[in-house]
Nanobody
Framework: QVQLAESGGGLVQPGGSLRLSCAAS????????MGWYRQAPGKERELVAI???????NYADSVRGRFIISRDNAKNTVYLQMNSLKFEDTAVYYC?????????????WGQGTQVTVSS
């Protein structure tokens, strides 16, 4: 099974920045897309940003222009640079990876990392 390890969450002031990282590990797998989702208290999980192996990206309207998603295919790692953070960005951020493993499709989730924006 493909496992994801997230890091980089924490407490930051409004207007500040954080950089999240997510590394995939396992064997006999090929990741096609990676992305970040978030879930705030009392709300459903929502898409933040996704990126394909070729580098195509898509962002939620609420973060476009402030967040940047990138990946290092050689390291099987995806990043989320979060700038100009707002109170409403406070949530648990989850990494996702989708691809194939031994000719079968998979979708894996990380455990989540807490991001808190507070003054």
């Amino acid at each position: 099974q493909v496992q994801l390890a997230e890091s980089g969450g924490g407490l930051v002031q409004p207007g500040g920045s954080l950089r999240l990282s997510c590394a995939a590990s396992g064997s006999n797998f090929h990741i096609n897309t990676m992305g970040w989702y978030r879930q705030a208290p009392g709300k459903e999980r929502e898409l933040v940003a996704i990126i394909t192996r070729g580098g195509s990206t898509n962002y939620a309207d609420s973060v476009r222009g402030r967040f940047i998603i990138s990946r290092d295919n050689a390291k099987n790692t995806v990043y989320l640079q979060m700038n100009s953070l707002k109170f409403e960005d406070t949530a648990v951020y989850y990494c996702n990876a989708a691809g194939t493993q031994i000719w079968l499709q998979f979708s894996s989730w990380g455990q989540g990392t807490q991001v808190t924006v507070s003054s």
